[in-house]
């Protein structure tokens, strides 16, 4: 045989792609569907795509590459056609924080105000929770819906709430399990295709993003959190899509409880008019971008007043209710709480100082969560649904030598105290109040 | 279960050790071990590997991590002792060129001169030669010896030419494997490691390496030459070998052919007292060298005229008989070079124009003997050993129009035309004598 290099036709061969990343190169757009579509296909081996994904973390990816990335990401699996329903498909992405849990609360407030909300999610894993454990601890609830039913649940009821499906952006699945364990997740461009591949493989119209930043987010420096933004709400609109992204606090956890059961339960809090300040202030605000990007209502303000008025007229939890009931949950869980599983003991972590409460570990917070059983260290980990923690202190609050600064809700008592020496110095205690309270929405990007 | 990464005790994790070099951490020594052990025994997927190779690629590696590495992959499989012979073992190894043939010149030589060489050689690859092709040209020639065999050819004769076995550093031969298909071949302290973990598993006391340099190396520039051959005397001498490199040109072929049966037949040639001065003149150093880092001579000039005198003396030339006959060859091919296979065909290659040969691509001719059936794609491959390359001009010397710049020795027609094409402007022809004539040897490193 002859030696193919030489004389026979030339051929895009994995390795060449490698070599132009590696050497700092843009790659075109035949070049990145290539590479996605042959790794979908499994005719690229993994050692393959790990080189490259190395040499793309190290070197970047542009903004042309980026969105030529996610659009083939996109297209490796089936992408949804919502076109016949009657109204624009809109929906919310948060990068993930601890104590997150306005998915929950925004999807209601925008189905019953009359938009589609065909929100596909994901779980927990790290330090961050995941809105399918949190729909999971209410009893039968089923995320796992086939595609038709999925369909069927949002034509019906306004609002769905799924994983992702085998059919839903393969190759992104494929890849982030090797950047899993390859180290190469931390890079901008690859994690914006990720996201974007499969929230536009929605059907979507339009999309709020929620993008971290501070000691509990993915992504901590503010910095990074806006170019990040920038980059998905350009890979988005470059797809004809209507998308800003809000840059909102993760320094402290958002709400005063973290885990599974005891988010459902403060989310119907604040779908019944209550609940606290920060965390209806940021559920209202999103759900505000998602009625005007949606076109249901002419400006931001007036999303903002729809959502209230879904609120006050308890058509929101209405819909909580009417959601849970199509996906097989336990729909009394809205009106009796108490159906929620609960953890057995509580056991509180009192502050070691007089003084006020100056910063937060957040992360180490989501770390204990972990710890005490409430989240997974690998995909295929079980979780228990009834541990959480509860936060009595916000970022300026005053606080007594002694006092507690948070409750563990615990079912074992080994894991407990794991958890408390996670938590023992995640509290920093100073004489002066804090300068600064962080800001709950910092920037808007995109507007 | 309880999340590992909380509370079990830290373990080292390939992740973990990709993270560190994708940061540009350097590496312990306990870190290396553990990746090079860890993959030989297959616990390290290729997927983490070729991140990490990556990572190393593009953020480099110390000189302390190119020992540690170097040794640990000495260390993945046997290391020979040939303590109990009598003299001292001594090698060369050469990063590859097109036309270089001196191992097979310099190990009868030095083998005659009393010590001994226990050389383990590679194939060609790409556009290079390998000496264990060469050698397979002469007829019954076995390379594949077992250990054992390696061991008791090279106590009777001085020397043996074998190819690398199993045993010898595995860790290399899985982790070249990979380098080679992720793009990450290029790296100075990757290829010292490859380099010298395989020689020092020989059981050798000294080195001489012959670093190429210029359009037909592996290393084009010389400042890169000079960094590697400083890396592996360097790592050598941690490691307690004498060692010294030599720089040396490849901007032309050494020698006038290129090819299997036609260098070895020029390796006679300069085993009986003629052939080309370059190729005399390095095997000459090189050996120079030998005799002096294996303390045979008391000086590099010492060590020279007694490697003319075995030359002289027909020794070396009856120790290359010898060893072919151990090595099952048939030896009658020293006397009777016919014995030796040919092409069935010639061909020239015409200067375009008259003037001076002002410069070669050199690594074309490697390409077209590539094409012309003398060189592999993949290992597998099968090659032709009657094919080559004959050069009749070298750079500097007066060329007419229509003079033969070259000779090729063909088989296949098919091929012929396929390396024409490649040989066509492998030749730059100046109307000017080139300012400067490439210097044979450049520079001594480690003397």
Known sequence: MLPSR?????????????????DSGEHSREEIDFLIAACTRGEIPDYQMAAWLMAAWLRGLSRA???????AMLHSGEVVDFSELPARKVDK???????????????????????YVPMISGRGLGHTGG????????????VNLSLADFRR???????????????IAPADKKIYALRDVTATVENLGLICASIMSKKLAEGIDALVLDVKTGSGA?????????????LMVDTGRRMGKKVVALITDMNQPLG???????????????LSGRGPADLRELSLELSAWMFFLGGRTPGVDEGRRLAEEMIASGKARDKFRECIRRQGGDARVVDEPDRLPRAAHRAQIPSPASGYLAATKCAQFGAALAVLGGGREKQEDSIDHAVGLEFHKR????????EALLTVHYNDQRRLAAAQELLADSCEIAAQPPREIPKLVKRLIGA
Chains 1, 2 share one sequence.
């Open 6 to 22: 030489s004389i026979a036709p030339v051929l895009m061969r994995a390795v060449d792609l490698i070599r132009k990343k590696r």
């Open 65 to 71: 590459e980026t969105a030529a990335l996610t659009e």
């Open 93 to 115: 992405h948060s990068t993930g924080g601890v104590g997150d849990k306005t998915s929950l609360i925004l999807a209601p407030i925008v189905a019953a105000g009359g938009l």
């Open 131 to 142: 809105t399918l454990d949190k729909l999971e601890s209410i009893p039968g609830f089923n």
């Open 153 to 167: 649940v949002l034509r019906e009821c306004g609002m769905a709430l799924i994983g992702q499906t085998a059919e």
């Open 218 to 230: 993915f992504i901590r420096q503010e910095e990074d959190s806006v170019r990040l933004a920038e």
């Open 256 to 270: 005063r409880f973290a885990g599974h059961s005891v988010e459902v339960l403060e989310s119907l809090e604040v």
């Open 395 to 402: 970022i300026g609050d005053r606080v007594a030598a002694g």
